[in-house]
């Protein structure tokens, strides 16, 4: 069973500092990794996603991969409270290449 | 609207009684997928389709679940016979034909209740 962990949460931070969401899979093949918004009640939105080992950075949202520890995280610079979201990790079944298993997420609130 | 677009946006069925959802996919997409988020559960894959073929339907029961692409029209995911275990948001997501990476966009998404 290919599994992807992320702690439930949830996440409290203040606005304007930075928010560290983690997430680890199972899946030694998985070569595509991405990072979905959900705020309550509506859909996923992709927020970012990462392919290479290291860090990629998009405004104020960075993501790292680190294949060889199966880790891959999210850093949230200068949170606000519109980011207060379920922050949902998903990783590429490495036998399919488009199948993707999702963690179930981490709640992050961001208070004013 | 250039998203992905999933109609209705919310369906109430009685036990017994079919549940047909569909979905177009973003503009330039040809490549569908199915998810089924329960409640307190995370998302999970369903079935991924091309135009006229089911490329992956391993995430779909067996029984009562099937889905479509067809060469006109839109995605349609149908479940037969409801049961009150269907309650659940079903969202899709669309893809287009890339060499590597699967970026994903999803739906409004179809929350379907069985009374």
């Known amino acids: 069973q290919k599994e992807v962990e992320q702690n439930s949460g949830p996440l409290s931070v203040p606005e304007g500092a930075i928010a560290s969401l983690n997430c680890t899979y199972s899946d030694r093949g998985s070569q595509s990794f991405f990072w979905y918004r959900q705020y309550s009640g509506k859909s996923p939105e992709l927020i970012m996603s990462?392919?290479?080992?290291g860090d990629k950075e998009d405004g104020r949202f960075t993501a790292q991969l680190n294949k060889a520890s199966q880790y891959v995280s999210l850093l949230i610079r200068d949170s606000q409270p519109s980011d207060s979201a379920t922050y949902l990790c998903?990783?590429?079944?490495?036998?399919?290449?488009?199948?993707?298993?999702f963690g179930k997420g981490t709640l992050l609130t961001v208070n004013p | 609207n250039a998203g992905v677009m999933q109609n209705p946006r919310h369906l109430v069925r009685r036990r017994g009684q079919e549940a047909r959802l569909r979905c177009s996919p973003m503009k330039g997409h040809s490549h569908v997928y199915w998810y089924r988020q329960l409640p307190e559960e995370g998302l999970k894959f369903m079935v991924y389709?091309?135009?006229?073929?089911?490329?992956?339907e391993s995430g779909m029961p067996k029984e009562r679940f099937s889905a479509e692409f067809p060469k006109e029209g839109p995605s349609i995911l149908r479940i037969q016979q409801v049961v009150r275990g269907d309650s659940a948001a079903y969202f899709c997501?669309?893809?287009?034909?890339?060499?590597?990476?699967?970026?994903?966009?999803f739906g409004p998404g179809t929350r379907l209740t069985v009374t």
């Open positions: 998903a990783v590429n079944d490495g036998g399919s290449n488009y199948k993707l298993t």
């Open positions: 990462i392919y290479s080992n």
């Open positions: 389709l091309q135009k006229e073929n089911i490329i992956d």
């Open positions: 997501a669309s893809s287009p034909a890339l060499a590597g990476g699967y970026e994903q966009y």
